[in-house]
């Protein structure tokens, strides 16, 4: 969809993005008691695999994080198993990464192409290593607020 103006049509493209997240997060807070994934919400390294996943497929973390904090909104997902999917959705973002390293270097990607997803996925992974074992003391923290 072409406006003639490029600013505009980024602009349209947003406001649709936007409408589009409200409108999921509306229908994620609706689904509400999850008894049958008890076994997989109540435990953050699954969680943690979910949100890896979710991201993976959806290819957008921002997807991903507005499910999670829906789900958490309703009450359907404890929020030490939602910080935990928040870190894997970091983790699955690195994902999109690859892909456009694998397409613009036509297999593996290489040079700067490779240094860039080593860094980004380096990174968050450093950062949900560090911070997987303290999702307790993270969601504790957060309740404060």
Do not use: C, E
Not at 76 to 88: I, K, R, S
């Amino acid at each position: 969809m072409d406006l003639g103006n490029p600013l505009m049509t980024a602009l349209v493209g947003l406001v649709v993005f936007y409408i589009g997240l409200k409108m999921f997060s509306g229908g994620m807070k609706s689904m509400g008691n999850m008894d049958h994934l008890q076994w997989f919400i109540a435990s953050p390294v699954y969680m943690f695999i979910g949100g890896i996943v979710m991201t993976l497929l959806w290819q957008s973390s921002s997807l991903s994080t507005t499910a999670i904090i829906a789900l958490v909104a309703s009450g359907a997902v404890p929020l030490p198993a939602a910080v935990a999917a928040v870190l894997g959705a970091n983790i699955g973002t690195t994902g999109t990464i690859w892909l456009a390293g694998f397409l613009v270097s036509d297999g593996m990607p290489k040079g700067d192409t490779l240094r860039i997803a080593l860094a980004h996925s380096g990174a968050n992974l450093f950062m949900a290593v560090m911070l997987l074992p303290w999702v307790h003391h993270i969601a504790r923290f957060l309740t404060r607020f």
